[in-house]
T-cell receptor, first 117, second 112 residues
Framework: AQTVTQSQPEMSVQEAETVTLSCTYDTSESDYYLFWYKQPPSRQMILVIRQEAYKQQNATENRFSVNFQKAAKSFSLKISDSQLGDAAMYFCAYRRVYGGSQGNLIFGKGTKLSVKP | NAGVTQTPKFRVLKTGQSMTLLCAQDMNHEYMYWYRQDPGMGLRLIHYSVGEGTTAKGEVPDGYNVSRLKKQNFLLGLESAAPSQTSVYFC???????????FGSGTQLSVL
């Protein structure tokens, strides 16, 4: 079974600085998707970034980028120029392409990010 | 364009009571999911549906039932609520198995 591990329960960053959130996963599949979701206090789950495993190029969305290391099964999220609005829980998630619970996301336990002014 | 709507947003039950959570999506999505979120546990899949009239068990299905009588609606039922079912429940939908998941805003359920 696939598992997703986020080893940092909490992280803190100074406003305008850069922070990296870690995620590792375990799978025997060669093709899959990886995601980072943001959950602010409003509880809404917001997709931050998505990475297809077959793509070697790391995904980027404005200030958010990932470091995808397929062989190491590592998928870290880098937030540049951190803003107060970035404070939230961040979840790493895995999704199989074939089989499994039909497109179900498997989530890590989350990292709570605080941003200091 | 409402997206995924969950009702109610908050609910308090007594042990043994029953209730139904409603999830409605207006995007004509085939796939729908129910997750629960507990502190320190992330989100875990309860049940899911790949189309109207179909349902299947996820990772933590015990104590829950679901129905998908209409494509746009996915109902989650608790027949006899237990304190262990105190959680935040999220519904999600997607067009296909590899398409983006859209989430509702969650339902905070407390079972006393």
């Amino acid at each position: 079974a696939q598992t997703v591990t986020q080893s940092q329960p909490e992280m803190s960053v100074q406003e305008a600085e850069t922070v990296t959130l870690s995620c590792t996963y375990d799978t025997s599949e060669s093709d899959y998707y990886l995601f980072w979701y943001k959950q602010p206090p409003s509880r809404q789950m917001i997709l931050v970034i998505r990475q297809e495993a077959y793509k070697q190029q790391n995904a980027t969305e404005n200030r958010f980028s990932v470091n995808f290391q397929k062989a190491a099964k590592s998928f870290s999220l880098k937030i540049s120029d951190s803003q107060l609005g970035d404070a939230a829980m961040y979840f790493c998630a895995y999704r199989r392409v074939y089989g499994g619970s039909q497109g179900n996301l498997i989530f890590g336990k989350g990292t709570k990010l605080s941003v200091k002014p | 364009n409402a997206g995924v709507t969950q009702t109610p947003k908050f609910r308090v039950l007594k042990t043994g009571q029953s209730m139904t959570l409603l999830c409605a999506q207006d995007m004509n999505h085939e796939y729908m999911y129910w997750y629960r979120q507990d502190p320190g546990m992330g989100l875990r899949l309860i049940h899911y549906s790949v189309g109207e009239g179909t349902t299947a068990k996820g990772e933590v299905p015990d104590g829950y039932n679901v129905s998908r009588l209409k494509k746009q609606n996915f109902l989650l039922g608790l027949e006899s609520a237990a304190p262990s079912q105190t959680s935040v429940y999220f519904c999600a939908s997607s067009l296909g198995r590899t398409e983006k998941l859209f989430f509702g805003s969650g339902t905070q359920l407390s079972v006393l």
